[in-house]
C-alpha cells in the first residue's frame, strides 16, 4: 500500500505531482523557474505520451532530457514493470546490424545473456510490478542529498499513525472476527521538476495505481 500510494502521487497528472502546466495558489508562480538558459512556458508538462505504441531508445533520452533542463543531472532513478523490461530486451539490437544478426556490443551482449537489469541511458532501473503497463517513470535524487523530490506524509496525531484496528461487529468478545485495520498515509511530490512520466501511447491516461489497494 505504501508503495501504491507513493507511486500514485508521481504517476497521476496532478498539482500535488510533477509539472503538468497547472499551479497551486502556494506555489505562487504560473510556470517553471528559469534554469541556466532554459525558459519553460506555462503549459510545461512532465505528464507525456511517446507518440508510438511501441518503446525507442529516443522516448528514455527525452525523459532524461525533461529532468535534466531542470538541473537535475545527476543520481537518475527509472522504474518499469516487466511488461516495458520485455520491451527494452526486444531492442537488444540496437548497435546495429538487424534483429536477426545484431552486432555484439556490451549491451547486447549482456541482454543476450542475462536479460536486462539494471543501469541503461545513465539511469538507474528498478522493476516493480507496482508499476502499470506501457508507463516509465524516472526521478532525480538531487545532487548533494539535498531535499527528497518525494514526502511521505502520516498525520500528527499519534492516535492516527500505524495500523488501526476498527473491531468486527461480530461479538463484542471477538474484535478481530470481520475486523478491518486502517492505515492513513499520503505522498507528495515537492521537486516538481525532479521526475517526469511517459506513457507509450499515443495520448495521454492517467494510470490505475490504486487499483488493488483498499481505500
Not at 505520451?49 to 533520452?61: D, V
Not at 538487424?98 to 549491451?107: C, D, E, F, L, Q
Not at 532525480?140 to 500505524?162: T, V
Not at 516538481?192 to 494510470?207: C, F, L, Q, S
Amino acid at each position: 500500500m505504501q508503495t501504491a500510494t507513493i507511486l500514485n502521487a508521481c504517476l497521476v497528472n496532478s498539482t500535488d505531482g510533477f509539472y503538468n502546466g497547472n499551479f497551486s495558489a502556494i506555489e505562487q508562480m504560473d510556470r517553471p523557474p528559469t534554469y541556466g538558459t532554459n525558459v519553460f512556458l506555462p503549459t510545461h508538462n512532465h505528464y507525456v505520451a511517446s507518440g508510438a505504441a511501441a518503446l525507442t531508445l529516443a522516448t528514455i533520452t527525452s525523459m532524461k532530457e525533461h529532468v535534466k533542463q531542470h538541473g537535475y543531472n545527476t543520481n537518475l532513478w527509472g522504474m518499469m514493470n516487466t511488461d516495458m523490461v520485455k520491451q527494452v530486451e526486444d531492442l537488444a539490437g540496437w548497435t546495429g546490424g538487424t534483429a536477426a544478426n545484431p552486432v555484439s556490443g556490451a549491451i547486447v551482449d549482456q541482454v543476450a545473456i542475462d536479460g536486462f537489469a539494471g543501469r541503461l541511458l545513465g539511469i538507474n532501473w528498478k522493476t516493480t510490478e507496482w508499476m502499470p503497463d506501457n508507463y516509465l517513470l524516472i526521478v532525480a535524487e538531487p545532487e548533494g542529498g539535498g531535499d527528497k523530490p518525494l514526502r511521505y506524509i502520516q498525520k500528527k496525531n499519534p492516535s492516527a499513525k500505524g495500523l488501526i484496528l476498527t473491531p468486527g461487529s461480530y461479538e463484542v468478545k471477538y474484535p478481530l472476527i470481520n475486523a478491518d485495520y486502517i492505515h492513513w498515509l499520503e505522498a507528495l511530490v515537492v521537486l516538481r521538476g525532479a521526475g517526469v512520466v511517459y506513457r507509450i501511447a499515443t495520448t495521454w491516461t492517467d494510470p490505475t495505481v490504486m487499483t488493488n489497494v483498499r481505500e
